[in-house]
Antibody
């Protein structure tokens, strides 16, 4: 079964750091791209970052310079290092797999991990 | 940056009704437009990719069309399990604001 499982969420004070992880299983071939998408409570989906095979990365303006995405294909793991966290970063963070059928769709999603930023 | 608008923001329809949602891009995105369904408390699910292609395993009552800046998502016969919020997404990965679909 194809599966993504996020971990690492929790309560963090403003200005703090947190590292999210996403463990992938059930698919053996390398994925073209993986992404993080977040959803603040009661709000819509916000794309956060993407990483391609080979390491090329892109970020939403709202997190650029504070968040770093990385992947370890040998361990089937995607990570998101989040620094200088703000109240507006509070959200459920989903990792998502790039579709094999499209160049920018996400065909498998994790269940999400909640990040709360509060003092 | 490409901006996405969706309309309506919410709708109520009866079981069996045809439901249509539109998504408009601020510039030409050719056919690079996807549609997702998100049920409360769940992760999003890909339904349609590249404007009109049905993702494997998705019921055929869901369809998409359009190109350029104007796109349409249709549920041909609304079912109770279709209660969800639907999002469009363009090739820069950004999502539209969503359309909440309820049963009347």
């Amino acid at each position: 079964e194809v599966q993504l499982v996020e971990s690492g969420g929790g309560l963090i004070q403003p200005g703090g750091s947190l590292r999210l992880s996403c463990a992938a299983s059930g698919f053996t071939s390398s994925v073209k791209y993986m992404s993080w998408v977040r959803q603040a409570p009661g709000k819509g989906l916000e794309w956060v970052s993407v990483i391609y095979t080979g390491g090329r990365t892109f970020y939403a303006d709202s997190v650029k310079g504070r968040f770093t995405i990385s992947r370890d294909d040998s361990k089937n793991t995607l990570s998101l290092q989040m620094n200088s966290l703000r109240a507006e970063d509070a959200a459920v963070y989903y990792c998502a797999r790039g579709s094999r059928s499209s160049s920018y769709a996400f065909d498998v999603w994790g269940q999400g991990t909640m990040v709360t930023v509060s003092s | 940056d490409i901006q996405m608008t969706q309309s309506p923001s919410s709708l109520s329809a009866s079981v069996g009704d045809r439901v249509t949602i539109t998504c408009q891009a601020s510039q030409d995105i050719i056919n690079f437009l996807n549609w997702y369904q998100q049920k409360p408390g769940k992760a999003p699910k890909l339904l349609i990719y590249d404007a009109s292609n049905l993702e494997t395993g998705v019921p055929s009552r869901f369809s998409g069309s359009g190109s350029g800046t104007d796109f349409t998502f249709t549920i041909s016969s609304l079912q109770p399990e279709d209660i969800a919020t639907y999002y469009c997404q363009q090739y820069g990965f950004t999502f539209g604001p969503g359309t909440k679909v309820n049963i009347k």
